[in-house]
């Protein structure tokens, strides 16, 4: 084991820098390193063995007090600290996952220690088993980590962050998009679609039931406040021909949720019609109802017996 700092030389001095913060960092740290002198370090790391917990710490000091940041050492005081993880914020979650794709452990540590609980489990759950241990263990030993070496990592992933994608928002689609794309076929085209998708993919099947809202769904599914409030909103006219073909006894229950003006107006919709029309008075119905789910004053999942329950 080596214990005595003053025997060291100076490439095994920058060896045990790479075995203490790790290799992408200490980059960042000793700039200007060809591949042949990294090569030297790297053989030079295999040959040391086991270097003193006091040895190590020594060296890490050298190169603390050594380095001055070039980028932040004309800062004054009276203009308060020094955040150089500030541009973290600015990042979306897809971003910071990119950010980090690729950087060892100590440097994922490192900006896992500037995030909020709920980005850390976000990046933590992106990472590989094996990995997701030590990047844990170095989360607990970042004091090692000199001042100047946080500053360096900072400043170069800053810098990494600019040639990232710019901030956008987009849909990796799912059954929620799926069943808006199908709420706007023709019943004969979403009838087709859903037996189709039900054959090949059982489970993604499943997942559109719970936001695929058909005119049936409102009317068997849906409390009667809902229900009056829907059909109150639509238009007399499309709300008789959207009963055609429905019960009396449903026609009656709904009509009767109606205010008593609306009640003494309705007139239903008499001998035969043509399907493209009521199916169209239907759809009218439903995007009332889409209308109302995206104010917020209720969910469809919910109502139609696909959203979570608790007993």
């Known amino acids: 084991m080596i214990t005595d700092y003053q025997m060291l030389s100076g490439l095994q001095k920058v060896a045990i820098l790479f075995s203490v913060v790790g290799e992408s960092l200490s980059l960042s740290l000793v700039k200007g390193l060809s591949k042949t002198e990294i090569r030297k370090i790297r053989s030079t790391l295999r040959g040391m063995g086991d270097v003193a917990f006091s040895v190590k710490k020594r060296v890490m000091e050298e190169f603390y007090f050594g380095f001055l ?125 859903l037996q189709t998708l039900q054959n090949e993919d059982p489970a993604l099947y499943e997942d559109v039931k719970k936001y695929h809202l058909t005119f049936i769904d409102i009317i068997e599914k849906f409390p009667d406040g809902i229900l009056r409030d829907i059909m109150n909103t639509v238009d007399l006219s499309d709300v008789s021909m959207a009963m055609k073909g429905v019960d009396q006894e449903t026609v009656d229950r709904i009509i009767g949720n109606l205010p008593q003006k609306k009640q003494a107006m309705y007139e239903p919709e008499e001998g035969p019609r043509p399907k493209r029309e009521v199916d169209k008075a239907r759809k009218k119905v439903v995007g009332i109802a889409r209308d109302m789910e995206k104010e917020g004053q209720f969910n469809v999942a919910d109502l139609t017996g696909g959203g979570e329950m608790i007993e």
Do not use: C, W
């Open 69 to 193: 940041s070039e980028q932040f050492q004309d800062e004054k005081t009276e203009d308060g600290p020094i955040h150089p993880f500030e541009f973290l914020a600015d990042l979306q979650d897809e971003q910071l996952l990119a950010l980090l794709n690729k950087e060892d452990p100590p440097v994922i540590a490192m900006v896992l220690a500037q995030l909020e609980p709920e980005k850390r489990m976000l990046i933590l759950d992106k990472v590989d088993p094996t990995e997701k241990g030590q990047i844990l263990i170095e989360l607990g030993s970042l004091d090692n980590i000199p001042l100047e070496g946080i500053i360096e990592v900072a400043a170069r992933l800053r810098n990494k962050s600019s040639y990232l994608p710019r901030t956008t928002e987009f849909s990796r689609g799912g059954g929620k998009e799926i069943a808006q794309i199908i709420g706007g076929m023709s019943s004969e085209e979403e009838e087709r679609y």
